[in-house]
């Protein structure tokens, strides 16, 4: 099975910019589709960003769209959530995680496969 693991979280100043990366292994990241999702205290985690296996087709919730922009690298078995004019309220625990299918998966029930999540901080 795929293991996953995220880096580049950290504090950011409100209108900042991160770069967040889910490098894949085990598996080839090509077998998965794959989803962006964050949980701030408290409440539940939600869908942030969604692509398709080869990263033709992506979605992003109205919360997020325009602001954040996911990619995928599946020959660096890499995919990328880049965050844009980011706000107090962007503040959670951001998580990659794999589905085993090709379409886009919006529903958390369908993601198996979980990185250990990477905190994004921002403040005002």
């Known amino acids: 099975q795929v293991q996953l693991v995220e880096s580049g979280g950290g504090l950011v100043q409100a209108g900042g910019s991160l770069r967040l990366s889910c490098a894949a292994s085990g598996r080839p990241l090509s077998s998965y589709a794959m989803g962006w999702f964050r949980q701030a205290p408290g409440k539940e985690r939600i869908l942030v960003a969604a692509?398709?296996?080869?990263?033709?087709?992506?979605f992003y919730p109205d919360s997020v769209k325009g602001q954040f922009t996911t990619s995928r690298d599946n020959a660096k078995n890499t995919v990328y959530l880049q965050m844009n004019r980011l706000k107090p309220e962007d503040t959670a625990v951001y998580y990659c995680?794999?589905?085993?299918?090709?379409?886009?998966?919006?529903?958390?029930?369908?993601?198996?496969?979980w990185g250990q999540g990477t905190q994004v901080t921002v403040s005002s």
């Open positions: 995680a794999a589905s085993p299918t090709s379409g886009l998966i919006k529903d958390v029930s369908f993601y198996p496969y």
């Open positions: 692509i398709n296996w080869i990263g033709s087709s992506t």
